[in-house]
């Protein structure tokens, strides 16, 4: 793919809906192939440890690479943590969770029987949650989805969040949960996309073996909980932490292909 094209993505932005009450976070952008649907759906969830710096603008590339192969892409924005963003638990899963479930209102022609969700880093994290919130006890926050995925991506994602704050205490996974999993354990096995494995559904893991932002060891921990998992690693500087972003790069040269099988 030319790096020209993926500019001309990164400056193009879909049809965009709100699927909250009034926080401008609470948005999402609809990107559709030119073909007559109803289209198959990527839901993109992107990263920047939860908070402000990153917002959803960074996945259009990649949205751009999906809707040419005939899939629609839903590009979701959430309430984030630090300044008025007014996220952390629960409201960012919540905002995820609403988001994926306004597929339902969109008035384009969508196949939600082909449904599968795309993160990156904590992106990755949020993706993976969301194909588990079929497993989550009544009354818990998104429980009962409206809309599944029948196939999940997590790109270089935060995927055990407990594992993740006892390594690394007060730094973002804290933030994002309000507190450490020593005190906080009920909350983290209703968060932590480790505690909610295996799941039901097969499960790409694309990760870079030197990735010095998340470490690898995120994926092979999740790997290990058992399930449909492929985990591909990438080795050196092709595999650093934001090339997952860049549609030419190799890793995520196995994601489009893969996703596409899946939902064909």
Known sequence: MSRTRALLDLLRGGRTYSYGEDHR?????????????????????????????????????????????????????????????????????????????????????????????????????????????????????GADPAVEAIAVVSAAGVNDLAQSWRETPGGAVERLMGGGVDTLADRYALADPTALAPLAIPVLLVHGSDDRTVAVRRSRNYARAGG???????????????????????????????????LS
């Open 25 to 141: 976070s609470q948005r999402g952008e609809l990107h559709l192939p030119r073909s007559p649907g109803p289209h198959p759906v990527v839901v993109t969830v992107h990263g920047g440890s939860w908070s402000p710096g990153v917002s959803k603008i960074v996945m259009r590339p990649l949205a751009g690479v999906l809707v040419r192969r005939g899939i629609a892409v839903w590009n979701i924005e959430y309430r984030r943590v630090g300044g008025d963003e007014g996220g952390g638990w629960p409201a960012t899963f919540l905002d995820v969770a609403t988001a994926i479930d306004h597929l339902r209102r969109l008035p384009e022609a969508l196949d939600l029987s082909r449904v599968a969700f795309y993160g990156h880093s904590a992106g990755g994290q949020l993706a993976l949650w969301a194909a588990s919130r079929s497993r989550l006890p009544p009354g818990s926050p």
């Open 228 to 262: 449909d998992v492929e985990l591909v690693e990438i080795a050196g500087e092709a595999g650093a932490h934001r090339t997952h972003l860049l549609p030419w790069s190799a890793t995520f040269a196995p994601v489009a292909p893969w996703l596409a099988a899946r």
